[in-house]
Nanobody, 123 residues
């Protein structure tokens, strides 16, 4: 019902910045909670950040420590992830996700997932 397409990934040096975008289509008028997860090879998928439709509730993973910012433009059906002060350990495939509920949004039980965009941080 919902299609998510991530973009904006790439190669960046440590300390640099990237801005990821997630464009949603399908149920464009639904008030979905949106989130970003990431997964490195051989590791579990990890919660990065989530935001409710209104933007009133935002959660960040512990590793972010003020470096990442999630935002959304509901009129454009787009969610963004601004990543600053990137570290090599941030290297992973970053996935956009959407869900219809707004409780415990830091958990990976999301309804829709994008294909992911690769982020590589060099040292």
């Amino acid at each position: 019902q919902v299609q998510l397409v991530e973009s904006g990934g790439g190669l960046v040096q440590a300390g640099g910045s990237l801005r990821l975008s997630c464009a949603a289509s399908g149920r464009t008028f639904s008030r979905y909670t949106m989130a970003w997860f990431r997964q490195a090879p051989g590791k579990e998928r990890e919660f990065v950040t989530a935001i409710t439709w209104s933007g009133g509730d935002i959660y960040y993973g512990d590793f972010v420590k003020g470096r990442f910012t999630i935002s959304r433009d509901n009129a454009k059906n787009t969610v963004y992830l601004q990543m600053n002060s990137l570290k090599p350990e941030d290297t992973a495939v970053y996935y956009c996700a959407a869900r219809r509920t707004d409780i415990e949004i830091y958990r990976p039980q999301y309804d829709y997932w994008g294909q992911g965009t690769q982020v590589t941080v060099s040292s």
